[in-house]
């Protein structure tokens, strides 16, 4: 990732440069520039990485408060595309071309990229935080840019009563995992965004998202216990344990279907 980035801070969205990867700022993707130093020093707890990246890292961070990391101010670096919720339920998802018309990306597509950058400026800025604190380096600045970050989100993108101002985002599951897990909404906004999505998992079986799906590590108790986090443990228990899609099941077949979740 830091050999790949460029002069402006942009991570790849594929590390290292081969057939894929020249597109830098591919939000949820280039985030794996903050994302994997904070899992590798979590999950080890040396901090050699942290201090590794950490220029490259604070250069990213700048780049995203500089640009609110909004798809068109970046387009130059993203080529005017975002693969967003790969393989997701949702309706603007990418790769069935849902995002797009002849013309280009969709307004609400590109509403829905935006608030999803933002969602991503949130959370790595509080993993900014954390590392700066875990090496002896002020953590004040990106405390500062979390908060700036979630009065951004809830300015643009939310209204007082927990719903999208962009409408399609509001039958959506991933925009309001997202919100939970960054706890942009609370009191009874926070609990008809839970209805909604509990509506939106029984429309779908049950199921939340797909195997490449975001949003699954929200909503899974396993994954970084989420659940406590963002869903009720029963509607987190009972989208997990499904055994539709490979990523529920560990079991072979015929119990299960070979999924490839830890």
């Known amino acids: 990732m830091r050999d790949t980035q460029n002069s402006l801070g942009g991570f790849p969205g594929v590390a290292p440069l081969a ?23 979590k ?70 990229w935006n608030y999803l950058s933002a969602s991503y400026w949130v959370i790595d800025a509080f993993m900014m935080r954390d590392m700066a604190a ?13 908060d700036s970050a979630k009065a951004y989100i ?11 101002k962009t409408a399609i985002l509001n039958t959506m599951q ?4 997202f919100a939970l897990k960054n706890q942009l909404v609370e009191g009874e906004a926070k609990a008809k965004m839970i209805d909604r999505l509990r ?10 998202c797909r195997p490449d799906s975001w949003a699954h590590p929200f909503s899974w108790p396993p994954s970084r216990r989420m659940a406590w986090k963002t869903l009720p443990m029963n509607s987190s228990f009972n989208v997990r344990t499904q055994a539709g899609y490979t990523l529920w099941t560990m079991e072979p077949p ?9």
């Open 199 to 208: 509506e939106n998992f029984a429309q779908h079986d049950l199921f939340a």
């Open 43 to 112: 999950q080890f707890g040396d901090t050699q990485i942290i201090e590794e990246s950490w220029n490259a890292m604070d250069l990213f961070m700048n780049h995203i408060n500089d640009t609110k990391y909004n798809h068109e101010t970046l387009c130059g670096e993203n080529g005017n595309y975002q693969w967003a919720d790969w393989l997701s339920y949702e309706p603007l998802e990418s790769c069935s071309g849902l995002a797009f018309s002849p013309q280009g990306p969709l307004p609400d597509a590109v509403s829905y």
């Open 174 to 177: 991933t925009p309001a995992l």
């Open 154 to 164: 809830k300015e643009n993108f939310l209204n007082e009563d927990g719903t999208f």
């Open 19 to 41: 057939q894929y990867g020249d597109e830098k700022m591919r939000l949820g993707w280039a985030d794996a520039g903050i994302i994997v130093p904070w899992t590798v020093w």
């Open 254 to 262: 015929p119990f299960g279907n070979g999924g490839t979740a830890i």
């Open 134 to 146: 875990a090496t002896g380096r002020d953590a004040t600045k990106y405390q500062q840019m979390a």
